[in-house]
């Protein structure tokens, strides 16, 4: 069985600031994805990042990164200089590996990040 | 190049009454995923097609079933409509061969039942 666990609700930070969303998962698999989507008041999903459970490097793109562990079971993900337009609910999302094609993408409850200009 | 598009994007409907949702995915796209998100909460899987069948299926009653055509548009079907039914409902699609390179979201359905 596979699940997402995001502990935090709701997130305010100051314009600036750096906000750092935690994601902790549960999978049965060895082979697996993480992913992190942003939804903003309209609704749709934007995808951010995916990152496969064979490569543990954490990066840098733009103002996001992220910190993949294993050995926690962690997929964290960081907002550097936080702007009014963050501003949205943040999803971790899980999908096990399967033979067909894309698997279906278990979620965490998000997290409200409000950004105070 | 459009994205996947849902109509109508919002209905008001009355318990027991039935409900169609239609999708539109993405140009290129062959797979069609639905899921339900009650407000405050995450998005659940319901089902996902391809190749105009069923593939996959969550934890969703019967009454809640689906189509996808032969140009990979899609519908989502619930009968008997229940109080609980409220919420936003999301259709993503995604190719076959791109093994989780992840989805495309629509903005989605929003159903309340009253």
């Known amino acids: 069985a596979q699940k997402v666990t995001q502990a935090q609700t709701e997130i305010s930070v100051v314009e600036k600031e750096d906000v750092t969303l935690d994601c902790v998962y549960e999978t049965g698999d060895t082979t697996y994805y993480l992913f992190w989507y942003k939804q903003p008041p309209s609704g749709e999903l934007v995808f951010l990042i995916r990152?496969?459970?064979?490569?543990?490097q954490n990066e840098i793109s733009g103002r996001y990164s992220w910190n993949f562990q294993k050995s926690t079971s962690s997929f964290n993900f960081t907002i550097t200089a936080s702007q009014v337009v963050d501003s949205a609910v943040y999803f971790c999302?899980?999908?096990?590996?399967?033979?067909?094609?894309?698997?279906?993408?278990?979620f965490g409850k998000g997290n409200q990040v409000v950004v105070i200009p | 190049d459009a994205g996947v598009t849902q109509s109508p994007t919002h209905l008001i409907k009355t318990r027991g009454q039935q409900v169609t949702l239609r999708c539109s995915p993405k140009?290129?796209?062959?797979?069609v995923s639905w899921y339900q998100q009650a407000l405050g909460q995450g998005p659940q899987f319901i089902f996902q097609?391809?190749?105009?069948?069923?593939?996959q299926r969550g934890n969703f009653p019967d009454r809640f079933s689906g189509h996808q055509f032969p140009n990979y548009s899609s519908e989502l079907n619930v009968n008997a409509l229940l109080l609980g039914d409220s919420a936003l409902y999301l259709c993503?699609?995604?190719?076959?061969?791109?093994?989780?390179?992840?989805?495309?979201f629509g903005s989605g359905t929003r159903l309340t039942v009253v």
């Open positions: 097609y391809y190749e105009e069948e069923e593939r």
């Open positions: 140009s290129g796209h062959d797979t």
């Open positions: 993503a699609s995604s190719l076959e061969t791109g093994a989780n390179y992840g989805y495309t």
């Open positions: 999302a899980l999908s096990e590996a399967w033979a067909y094609g894309n698997n279906r993408l278990a």
């Open positions: 990152r496969n459970s064979f490569d543990e």
